[in-house]
Nanobody, 122 residues
Framework: QVRLVESGGGLVQPGGSLRLSCAAS????????IAWFRQAPGKEREGVSC????????DLTDSVKGRFTISRDNAKNTVYLQMNSLKPEDTAVYYC???????????????WGQGTQVTVSS
């Protein structure tokens, strides 16, 4: 059974940092492209960042360039999203997802975690 489990969300002040984790079981992460998506209330699910099987990275939205970094630890079968200089508009539920390549269309991802809430507020 494939499971993706996100953790690391929470409440942080503007300008602060968080590191999200996506731990997998039943699936070897370095054989898939792993993306982070987010969804704020009343908004569509938005791609944030993605890491390919070979390790190449792509930002799926310009709004996180220079602030968010995706990485993978193959030994721990875990993907991370380091989020710095957080802004209130980054507030959302963050999900990790697995697919064959990095796509912006969330419908192309076959495996999803349950999400972790990130709230940026003073």
């Amino acid at each position: 059974q494939v499971r993706l489990v996100e953790s690391g969300g929470g409440l942080v002040q503007p300008g602060g940092s968080l590191r999200l984790s996506c731990a997998a079981s039943g699936l070897t992460l370095d054989r898939y492209a792993i993306a982070w998506f987010r969804q704020a209330p009343g908004k569509e699910r938005e791609g944030v960042s993605c890491i390919r099987r070979g390790g190449g990275r792509s930002d799926l939205t310009d709004s996180v360039k220079g602030r968010f970094t995706i990485s993978r630890d193959n030994a721990k079968n875990t993907v991370y999203l380091q989020m710095n200089s957080l802004k209130p508009e980054d507030t959302a539920v963050y999900y990790c997802a697995a697919a064959g390549d990095c796509w912006s269309n969330y419908a192309l991802y076959g495996f999803w975690g349950q999400g972790t809430q990130v709230t940026v507020s003073s």
